[in-house]
Nanobody, 125 residues
Framework: VQFVETGGGLVQLGGSLRLSCATS????????IGWFRQAPGKEREGISC?????????AYADSVKGRFIISRDNARNTVYLQMHSLKPDDTAVYYC??????????????????WGQGTQVTVSS
């Protein structure tokens, strides 16, 4: 099982980026896939989750709701995160992982396998 996150970069306040998570080694379409981020000195934060091919529901953390959009292309084994109105607080390394779920306003994952290297997003003010 592998995850390759790409699309990060340096962007100014208010800018946009689209992240991609290319997966391999499992049938992605049957799993919920989530985006997570970790800023220096902070714990990993779940920010978005999209459910499996069965219903394609989406969930977002309050910190990104209304600004980020998660989507998936099962034919390409890829999950995307379109990010708008970026803020300096969005600066972090972004990762994807399967088996995400949302409970209330918290997004978590039960994935205990290896993670990808992530992609760095830096927002300047």
């Amino acid at each position: 099982v592998q995850f390759v996150e790409t699309g990060g970069g340096l962007v100014q306040l208010g800018g946009s980026l689209r992240l991609s998570c290319a997966t391999s080694g499992f049938n992605m379409e049957y799993y919920a896939i989530g985006w997570f981020r970790q800023a220096p000195g902070k714990e990993r934060e779940g920010i978005s989750c999209i459910s499996s091919i069965l219903n394609n529901n989406t969930a977002y953390a309050d910190s990104v709701k209304g600004r980020f959009i998660i989507s998936r292309d099962n034919a390409r084994n890829t999950v995307y995160l379109q990010m708008h109105s970026l803020k300096p607080d969005d600066t972090a390394v972004y990762y994807c992982a399967p088996r995400c779920s949302s409970a209330g306003r918290t997004i978590t994952t039960s994935w205990r396998g290896s993670w990808g290297q992530g992609t760095q997003v830096t927002v300047s003010s």
